[in-house]
């Protein structure tokens, strides 16, 4: 079955650096508009997009508040990862790497959570002030 599964999260001083990477399994196809991105969460707010990538275009978003600092990338189309820069205390939050295999998320907005099939478990990222 596929799976996600995260690694790179930590505790950090704002300012600081940290990268996040994310290892998919389980499939052997893509779609066009298969999709994998990065969301975040903190207790008792929704999941909010962090960075996008279309794996077969290279195609990439990113949410405003992380832009110029957050840089996405995938090795291939099953690595993927999240290098976080001047970090700041309100990027403390649980994140997620995402998949949209079925390509659900094409001509409409990428961050839209529910769009996305497979989750991985999470990884605690902390940054204090």
């Known amino acids: 079955q596929v799976q996600l599964v995260e690694s790179g999260g930590g505790s950090v001083q704002a300012g600081g650096s940290l990268r996040l990477s994310c290892v998919a399994s389980?499939?052997?196809?893509?779609?066009?508009?298969?999709?994998m991105a990065w969301f975040r969460q903190t207790p008792g707010k929704e999941r909010e997009g962090v960075a996008a990538i279309r794996t077969s275009t290279g195609s990439i978003d990113y949410d405003d508040s992380v832009q110029g600092r957050f840089t996405i990338s995938q090795d291939n189309a099953k690595m993927l990862y999240l290098q976080m820069n001047s970090l700041k205390p309100e990027d403390t939050a649980m994140y997620y790497c995402a998949l949209d295999l079925q390509g659900a998320t094409f001509g409409i907005k990428w961050f839209v959570s529910t769009k996305y099939q497979y989750w991985g478990q999470g990884t605690q990222v902390t940054v204090s002030s």
């Open positions: 389980g499939y052997t196809y893509e779609t066009y508009g298969t999709r």
